[in-house]
């Protein structure tokens, strides 16, 4: 391949779809313009061909014969006038003057341009101007009755001048008759040319219908098809599966463009595969690590009871046995001794409680809120009777829950606003429920000394607490069991921080959990050991 071959080669390898498409249809319409205006020209030419055929040569040439008719019945008029003076011999010659005159206009008008055809009609009508002059108009003057003695006496002269009048028309009648048989031919001549270039219009709108349909398959169909079959064998999982670039240079770059992304998603892939095995088993270990510590903490807080329980009820016989018999420290420290091992009772118990939601209780059924509602404020009765406490609520609405860790829900959150009150104020705890979406809405607002809130996020941590014991009682485990309990059943729980006046705890529940919503098998494992009693 030489140098300009390569060097073609590489610049139309840079040509695109568009670019591909402007260069077939421009040659297309050139190819096509040019077949057209030969065929137009083609067409004219037979048209005018035949025009001048059937309106100049063939009605010159007939008009021709007609003027030989009109002079030769001129010349037996005469003849006959001046052999027999006879009057009616002179009809043929008068009509035979003016269809003269009538075929001579008529050829002057067809032969209009011609000028050697005219020539011809000029030596006509002067070879017919002299026998007429000799010869026709004087034995036409001739008295009638009477042989006129011009006939004998120019006989030889008429017979030589009529003869010179059908020599100079046979000779333009046979140029006549040459010119219609070239018109003829250059007609047969123009419409064999025609039928060939009608027949080359065709052939090559075929071939250029072939030649489109060809370069369209070429350079756009097969291409795409190549780059459908290989998206769709990627598609099929086969990602390693090259994208092969063929076609025209936006068709190339467009292959390549999706065989980067195929590569990346390639790349992609084995990071995802690579993390999500490292997930796997990061979430095989937390799980058997949660089961571990859910175990553990179940386990402990059962085998702590027995221990603390002596403690405790060891520690309460010295207080009432040795009490006021030792000196006031001593007494101070059975009474350390004994709140400690009370607290550290509490605390395992609200431990156990915790570690409880989602494992032990974990029965979604369809349930009346307002039902458990009651019941647990029956529950809190000596707290709301000591306290005087109001608890108003709203319609509540039936879910898909548990009952008992609703009942535990309330309970924390009705006790909280009970315990939390302000000093002298009787405590109101009223319940809202609100429709937002596929979600409940529920509130529980109070009028007590309320939430800060810098501590919006830690009161719902176990075991935070933003008070003394001394000042209010309990382990600070309860509101880490209600965000437990709601986010069980697929819900969210926070404190209201535009509320003031007291606190708002706002959390969602659905009219039925999702499936995933905090059940676990752990408590299965957990419960298919030995668990201790307490």
Known sequence: MSGNTKARARRF????????????VAVSLTVLTLLGVTGAWVLGRTESISDTLVNTKSPALSTSFRLE???LNQETGIRGYGLTGTPDFLAPYQQGLSDQATHTATLTRLLDGDAARLRDLTAVQDAVETWQERIARPIASSPAGTVSPLTTERAAEGKETFDAVRATLSGQQDRLRADRAQAVQDLSDTMTLRNWVFTAIALVIAALTVLVFEGLRRGITR????LGADARTIAGGTFEHPITSTGPADLRRLSS??????RRL???????EEARLRLDAQAADLQRSNAELEQFAYVASHDLQEPLRKVSSFTQLLQRRYGGQLDQRADQYIDYAVDGANRMQTLINDLLDFSRVGRVHHELQSIELETVLNRTVSSLSVSIEESGAEITHDPLPPLVADATQMGMLWQNLIGNAIKFHRPGQTPKVHISAEREDDLWRFAVTDNGIGIAPEYAEKVFVIFQRLHTKDAYSGSGIGLAMCKKIVEFHGGTIAIDPDHRDGARITFTLADEPPRAAGISTVPEAVRAGAEPSA
């Not at 291409?223 to 190549?226: A, K, R, S």
């Not at 463009?257 to 195929?262: P, V, Y």
């Open 223 to 226: 291409p795409l098809e190549q």
């Open 257 to 262: 463009e999706i065989d980067f992304m195929r």
């Open 69 to 71: 008719s009109a002079l």
């Open 13 to 24: 390898s840079t040509w695109t779809t568009r670019r591909w498409l402007r260069a077939g």
């Open 266 to 272: 390639v790349r992609e892939l084995a990071f995802t």
